[in-house]
């Protein structure tokens, strides 16, 4: 019955943008930090960005900082990732997850260890080519 799903990723011109959803059913958002994790083909699952349960505090990789902004709306139960100035290197299946508050230590330095979320959606495709 816990679920996270997806959506909004498809095909997009290097430079462009995309907005990826990950709504939630059978729990409520608002009790949880989510993150985004990406994995390309041939390469392992990587931390893309972090939010804490009050929207209060995020984290991103270094590769998308100014460019990826992390968002939730608790009242729609969804978390949303905005990705501008796309470029061919962010093409990966793009999954999100729930997990716990973090220390403030954690928050900064370990929030991208896949371990440390429970819940996880089946992904969605974002794919950047000319």
């Known amino acids: 019955q816990l679920q996270l799903v997806e959506s909004g990723g498809g095909l997009v011109q290097p430079g462009g943008s995309l907005r990826l959803s990950c709504a939630a059913s059978g729990f409520t958002l608002d009790n949880y930090a989510i993150g985004w994790f990406r994995q390309a083909p041939g390469k392992e699952r990587e931390g893309v960005s972090r939010i804490s349960r009050s929207g209060g505090s995020t984290n991103y990789a270094d590769s998308v900082k100014g460019r990826f902004t992390i968002s939730r ?11 501008n100035s796309l470029k061919p290197e962010d093409t990966a299946v793009y999954y999100c997850a729930a997990g716990p508050t973090l220390s403030a230590v954690v928050a900064t330095s370990r929030w991208a260890e896949k371990g440390r979320y429970d819940y996880w959606g089946q992904g969605t495709q974002v794919t950047v080519s000319s």
């Open 73 to 83: 709306d608790n009242a729609k139960n969804t978390v949303y990732l905005q990705m």
